[in-house]
């Protein structure tokens, strides 16, 4: 009974943290997920893991733009049409994805995060401008970086914050709050999608799901808090974000190899 208490806590703070990372830098919520369910939950199978935490990010990510609307650092514009062209290819990407070996998928997984994290690190003195908008100029980028960043998120199965935040900054020049702001709701999309394919192919954990999701919402809470108070920071919060990438990702490397 105690056993079970306790695995029930662990699952509910794992969530508690997932929620935290999404409220904080928009993405690493599956980067997160992905190993809290395999490594420190005990999910067996990596597919079901990836299909779960598509399910609960999406719901989280969804909490999460609540909040940051009524902040109003979201760039609806760009969120709709980052988000529509994203959709397609999660799809596209999530099939690919389910017919890849598991464990070689977290590793690929891993070593995509590192390239995210130096390309971050790269532009953090980068504060971008208040003022930036989709429009004609680069629309095009918005559409393309949409795109790609579906398709890998639904390969790897997360909700692509980690990808998302970067693309929308390089794409319109918007400072790295509005783009977490913004990429929540393509996070959210982007999630819902991967959650239909697995679904479908019955690789979702629904016990599961509804802790993270309980636990993350209590989380987003603090980490758009947090947000708020390290935007001020000149590259505080890119730093940050890329740390937890760089963390993650080692850990990951460890284990795969």
Not at 138 to 152: D, E, I, K, P, W
């Amino acid at each position: 009974m105690h056993a079970h208490l306790a695995h029930l806590a662990l699952e509910i703070l794992s969530g508690v943290l997932v929620g935290f990372t999404l409220g904080l830098i928009g993405g690493g919520g599956s980067i997160l997920a992905v190993p809290l369910m395999v490594y420190v939950v005990g999910v067996a199978n990596p597919h079901v893991a990836i299909g779960t935490s598509a399910l609960a990010v999406a719901v989280n990510a969804l909490a999460g733009v609540a909040q940051h609307a009524r902040a109003a650092t979201v760039k609806w514009r760009c969120a709709a049409i980052f988000a529509s062209c994203g959709v397609a290819g999660a799809l596209a990407g999530a099939t690919l994805g389910k017919a890849m070996d598991g464990r070689r998928l977290l590793l690929c997984f891993a070593l995509l995060m590192v390239v995210v994290g130096v390309l971050m690190l790269r532009g953090r003195r980068n504060q971008g401008c208040p003022g930036a908008a989709c429009n004609r100029d680069n629309m095009a980028r918005v559409m393309a970086s949409g795109l790609g960043t579906g398709l890998l998120s639904g390969f790897f199965g997360i909700g692509g914050g980690f990808l998302i935040v970067p693309a929308l900054v390089a794409s319109t020049g918007m400072p790295i709050l509005n783009a977490i702001g913004t990429s929540l709701v393509a996070v959210a999309a982007f999630g819902a999608s991967t959650a239909i394919s697995y679904m479908a192919s019955g690789l979702i954990d629904w016990n599961l799901a509804l802790l993270f999701i309980i636990g993350g919402i209590a989380g987003s809470f603090g980490g758009l808090r947090a947000a708020r108070a390290m935007a001020g920071t000149t590259g505080a919060l890119t730093v940050f974000f890329s740390g937890v990438i760089f963390c993650v990702a080692a850990y990951m490397i460890w284990r795969g190899l």
